[in-house]
T-cell receptor
């Protein structure tokens, strides 16, 4: 395993089109996160999975966004009817959550840069 | 709304200078992490601080967690061009996701 892999690296689409991104986490990691990052800002939490269960979604995640993690392995993030405001870097991260103290260590992929024209 | 405020937002310095960036919040965090991000890449974890007052060193980088676990600082000694990047702090409130600050964009000129 070389790390978290995201595909595609770049996506250009027209407003109103649907797009889907894929994330392959580090294989033994049970948690998978999606974040969105706009230029000059820090990442904003969108949603996360523990194994195949989607446990939390941000208010940022409108009805046009849906994420899945079938079988608790890879995950997909779909955006329907894209808008120009959806243009951002979409980051995936994975971690192995322990119950012990010490903070959760997230390993990020290189992201998918979405441009909506 | 970002719960973590980072300052300064931008910093441009000459090679060899020292610098400190700050991460402040009104919330208490069970731990705080610092990441570095280069253009077109995801953030990479540098360090996690857990105990109030804790100081950790990573070569020329010194990280400190405030006594009340609400703030943190990152000090870089003798900055090098390779230190250029976006430095992000992220707080873990023992919930289910990290909250990131807005970042400090550092440029070190040779």
């Amino acid at each position: 395993d070389t790390g978290v892999s995201q595909d595609p690296r770049h996506k250009i689409t027209k407003r109103g089109q649907n797009v889907t991104f894929r994330c392959d986490p580090i294989s033994e990691h049970n948690r998978l996160y999606w974040y969105r990052q706009t230029l000059g800002q820090g990442p904003e939490f969108l949603t996360y999975f523990q194994n195949e269960a989607q446990l939390e979604k941000s208010r940022l995640l409108s009805d046009r966004f849906s994420a899945e993690r079938p079988k608790g392995s890879f995950s997909t993030l779909e955006i329907q009817r894209t808008e120009q405001g959806d243009s951002a870097m979409y980051l995936c991260a994975s971690s192995l959550k322990f119950l012990s103290r010490g903070g959760e260590k997230l390993f990020f992929g290189s992201g998918t840069q979405l441009s909506v024209l | 709304t970002q719960l973590l405020e980072q300052s300064p937002q931008f910093l441009s310095i000459q090679e060899g200078e020292n610098l400190t960036v700050y991460c402040n919040s009104s919330s208490v965090f069970s731990s705080l992490q610092w990441y570095r991000q280069e253009p077109g890449e995801g953030p990479v974890l540098l360090v996690t601080v857990v105990t109030g007052g804790e100081v950790k060193k990573l070569k020329r980088l010194t990280f400190q967690f405030g006594d009340a676990r609400k703030d943190s600082s990152l000090h870089i000694t003798a900055a090098q061009p390779g230190d250029t990047g976006l430095y992000l702090c992220a707080g873990d409130n023992a919930g289910n996701m990290l909250t990131f600050g807005g970042g400090t964009r550092l440029m070190v000129k040779p």
